[in-house]
Structure formats: C-alpha cells, structure tokens
C-alpha cells in the first residue's frame, strides 16, 4: 500500500515533491508494491536524502532548490552481469526525466535550472525478513556523490546511509560534542558511520588527531 504524506512539515520541501513524482511514475507504470505477507510485487521501499549545493554551502535545510537522491528497494536479486530489470529500469527513466529541469513551469511549481532529481539508485532486497535494505546496489542516474555539511565538515553521504532529519538539533549536538573536548584532542570514533562526528571535530579545531571505525 502506498501511503500518501503530502505536505508532510517534518520533511524538506523537495521530498514531498520527490514522492510525489514517484508515486506518479509507480502508478503510470502499474508498478506493484511488495506484500510482505507472500513476498510478491516489486517495489519495496523508498529511501529519499536532501541534496544541497555548492550556493547552500551543502546544506540542504537552506537550500530552496534542493535536490533528492532517490533509492528504489527492489525485490529482486541483482543481475552478475549488470543488467537491470526492464521494470526497474524503466520507472527509474521516468523517474529522471521527469525530474530534470525544463523551460516551463516544474513539479515544483517553478522555474527549475537544478532539476528535483540528484541520482537514482537500485538497492536489491530479495530476502523474505524485515531488513531494509539488501546488500547490493546499482548507480542508474545523476551524480554518484552527495555531499552535505555537518559542523563545518564537508561529508560525502552514499545511498542507503542515515542522516538526522532534523538539521538544527544536530548542529547543536556537534557543538557539545566539540566543546566537551580538550585542546588538541585525540578522538576515536567507534561508530563512524559515514564521519560526521569525527570529521566535524576536526572541522572545529578541538581535534588533533582523529581514527574513524566503520568508515562507509
């Protein structure tokens, strides 16, 4: 079933338009969402991350004209010879096109020179559990990079990786985090993720030396 969060206050401006799009290109294409209950259909999840740019300093909260990374979890294995599903292959197109800029009016509602879409993704994820996410992915459109900032640290955010939703608790949590150090602080980051912690030190000038554990 495809719930439908329109408006939703919570996210960026740019995902409600981005699953708005998506659920227009699902439904044009009769593609079938997965029944967990028999492990049938295609379409699984939806992950969608906000895009900044160089003009926002990365930052996507202050970025009207944000962009979406799009990942389709699908319900299937990934092809050893790289193929990609016509299914899929297909709503991915229509995903990308219809969210690249135009000289008219966009699904924003305005003149758009950036596009909605930054990149789509293919995560694969036939296993019959609750796991999210499969462990193979397949690049299909944009830019293989997405980068935002965090505490002054420039970080490189890959499909599938997890990212606070809200922005303005976050800086303050890296803020704490920083000034709780010592000068020239020697930081192991155990959980590292895709760096955020870690690197926003450095960025702070309180971290000397830092060693990341899980790096992404």
Same mark, same amino acid.
């Given at each position: 079933m495809i719930t439908d969060l329109d408006n939703c206050r919570v996210q960026h401006p740019c995902i409600n338009a981005a699953m708005q799009l998506v659920r227009e290109a699902v439904q044009g294409l009769g593609i079938c969402p997965y029944n967990e209950a028999i492990g049938t259909g295609e379409l699984r999840y939806l992950q969608l991350t906000a895009a900044g740019s160089e003009f926002s300093s990365w930052q996507a909260q202050q970025d009207a004209q944000a962009s979406v990374q799009v990942v389709l979890i699908w319900n299937d294995k990934k092809s050893q010879a790289g193929d990609v599903p016509s299914r899929l292959a297909q709503l991915a197109e229509n995903i990308w096109k219809i969210g690249q800029p135009s000289a008219g009016t966009t699904q924003r509602g305005m003149a758009d020179q950036k596009g909605l879409i930054h990149s789509v993704w293919a995560n694969y994820q036939p296993a019959? %559990?609750?796991?999210?996410?499969?462990? %193979?992915? #397949?690049? *299909?459109? +944009?830019? #293989? %990079? $997405?980068? #935002? /900032?965090f505490g002054g640290a420039l970080v490189n955010v890959p499909p599938g990786s997890f990212v606070q939703a809200n922005f303005g608790a976050m800086e303050a949590a890296l803020a704490v985090i920083a000034n709780s150090l010592p000068p020239a602080a020697s930081v192991a980051d155990l959980h590292a993720g895709v760096g955020t912690i870690g690197l /926003?030190?450095?960025? @702070? +000038?309180?971290? @000397?030396?830092?060693?990341?554990? *899980? $790096?992404?």
């Open positions: 019959r %559990d609750n796991t999210i996410m499969g462990p %193979d992915w #397949q690049h *299909l459109h +944009g830019p #293989q %990079d $997405l980068w #935002q /900032s /926003s030190l450095i960025a @702070s +000038g309180r971290c @000397s030396a830092l060693r990341l554990f *899980l $790096l992404w």
